[in-house]
């Protein structure tokens, strides 16, 4: 045999150092209070109203951005598919080069653009209109959030897609069925794992992102992981912000096994 | 028909992917510290970019701990994968799900979760705790990315070897290595590139007083957007697109000539 059990040693070490006990250690803080003792408070303050209504936006603005995400990517995913080799290369080369650039940088961008003094105003301005308040709104954050994880809607999708034997849909078509008949019967369903790894990439950043809110929402729209983020570094309360990380915790096994339900090859496309 | 419609697609889905890249591009040769207003061309923006001694800090950090985490996690990846492959498959599964959890995790819990670890154990925070956490959300992508090279072929092969009469080391090193190179190699550079874009993992795990480029920008965007920055993202474009290019003419001609052979 090539292999001997001792070579995995490091690796369960660093299991053990880097994840469980750093997960074990946010269990604990969340069920302890700042006295001591056991306690569900920091759980259950996850029902007062600020925070109730941040998880709540939160969801929602998750769900817009990974549904427009969705919409726009399919179509992409398709032209990619059906286009010649040497072209196929170099749209998916375009694809990718954004997300080498650095997420905080592309998020600034567009604060660059939406700002009171920026770019889409100073066009605005320029045809005779009234400035818009741009920044500072949750379409705001929809759209960093769109921009910032598209990419990952779309490499996922255009990979099954990619894979789908012609054939299938040219049977499909020859039995006669219509084109919607095919994209409903065929099409997306052998798509389905790559929209179920697409969906996940970008709601579970979405969901749990402070950063886009932070630049594109001047401070004043507080999503769940801003309120998450403030309790560790600006009121310093561990227990609390591990109580409201188990929550969060909640939501994101949650959807995630949601959508394995609709994929049947667990999570094989992931990466 | 058609094809005009998915060709006006394709542009407007660039458009929306590169405008806002191209204006930062565009301000970043601006006189003026305006958004808005073309003032004439300089390049004090990038003078100032490379003056800045905690800009030029961040980018040493960044990328020494971008390959430090990716060494480490290379080497604790593929020996795992190695090791795992003689356990039974309860076991194995067990470590895989154990080994998706950061993968799948978000990272602000991740990063969550790792602050506290160093506060437990008081390791204090800085240039180690971030090393080392970037390193644990890097073995899960090496681990991945090695995993489906080692196969039964891999095994015949080294017991041919064997029984040949070269020795397990030697064995290893002719057979077993150059089997798992490519996804060894797939492996670095997707950590190394995770490591260099993280920011969220190294804001919760970094102490006080170090920054990677990512949390520099963090930190000078609170404050208020200067043109530095747009210099800033001009040169990692311009990085990106030449490696991107690089490693594209690279392997189509790799594919020539595999296809020649």
Request: proline share 4%.
């Amino acid at each position: 045999m090539v292999a001997k059990k001792r070579f995995a040693t490091p690796f369960i070490i660093w299991i053990i150092a880097g994840t469980v006990i750093p997960l074990a250690s946010i269990a604990y803080y969340g069920f302890t209070s700042r006295e001591g003792g056991f306690t569900f408070a920091n759980i259950l303050a996850m029902f007062q109203h600020d925070h109730m209504q941040a998880l709540g936006l939160s969801l929602l603005l998750a769900v817009i951005s990974t549904v427009i995400c969705l919409v726009m990517a399919f179509p992409m995913a398709m032209i990619l598919r059906e286009s010649k080799w040497g072209k196929q290369g170099f749209l998916i080369f375009v694809i990718i080069l954004p997300m080498w650039m650095n997420f905080l940088l592309r998020t600034m961008a567009w604060q660059v653009l939406l700002e009171r003094q920026g770019v889409i105003n100073a066009l605005i301005t320029a045809v005779g209109l009234p400035r818009q308040e741009l920044m500072n709104t949750p379409g705001a954050i929809v759209l960093g959030m769109v921009y910032d994880f598209l990419p990952f809607m779309i490499l996922p999708i255009y990979n099954t897609v990619s894979k789908i034997d012609n054939h299938l849909i040219e049977a499909a078509y020859d039995l006669g069925a219509s084109k919607t008949m095919t994209y409903a019967r065929v099409i997306i369903p052998l798509t389905v794992p790559g929209i179920v790894s697409g969906v996940t990439m970008v709601f579970i950043p979405a969901l749990t992102t402070f950063v886009i809110s932070n630049m594109l929402g001047g401070g004043k729209i507080n999503l769940i992981g801003n309120i998450i983020e403030q309790e560790f570094t600006v009121n310093s309360n561990w227990y609390l912000g591990s109580g409201l990380s188990l929550v969060m915790m909640v939501f994101i096994i949650a959807s995630m096994l949601l959508l394995q339900k609709f994929d049947k090859t667990g999570g094989q496309n992931l990466i | 028909m058609k094809k005009t419609l998915g060709r006006i697609y394709v542009l407007l889905i660039m458009l929306f992917l590169y405008l806002p890249i191209l204006t930062l591009i565009v301000l970043s040769f601006n006189d003026a510290k305006s958004m808005s207003v073309w003032t004439g061309f300089s390049l004090h923006w990038y003078a100032e970019l490379f003056q800045s001694r905690l800009m030029m800090g961040a980018i040493v950090n960044t990328f020494s701990i971008a390959i430090l985490a990716a060494i480490i996690a290379t080497v604790v990846g593929t020996m795992a994968v190695i090791g795992m492959s003689a356990m039974k498959p309860r076991q194995e599964n067990t470590l895989m799900a154990f080994n998706n959890i950061p993968m799948l995790n978000a990272d602000i819990v991740t990063g969550i979760a790792l602050m506290l670890f160093f506060l437990m154990v008081s390791w204090p925070r800085g240039y180690m705790s971030i090393l080392f956490s970037h390193t644990t959300f890097c073995i899960p992508y090496v681990i991945l990315s090695v995993r489906p090279r080692l196969n039964k072929n891999t095994d015949r092969l080294f017991e041919a070897a064997l029984d040949l009469g070269a020795s397990e080391k030697y064995a290893f090193r002719k057979i077993v290595i150059p089997e798992l190179k490519p996804g060894i190699m797939t492996g670095f550079l997707l950590s190394f590139t995770m490591s260099v874009d993280d920011f969220i993992i190294t804001y919760f795990t970094r102490g006080a007083g170090i920054n990677t480029i990512s949390t520099l920008i963090y930190s000078e965007v609170k404050i208020g957007i200067r043109p530095s920055l747009f210099a800033l993202s001009t040169i990692i474009f311009v990085v990106a697109l030449v490696v991107l290019i690089t490693v594209n003419v690279h392997q189509s001609r790799a594919d020539k000539a595999l296809s020649a052979a």
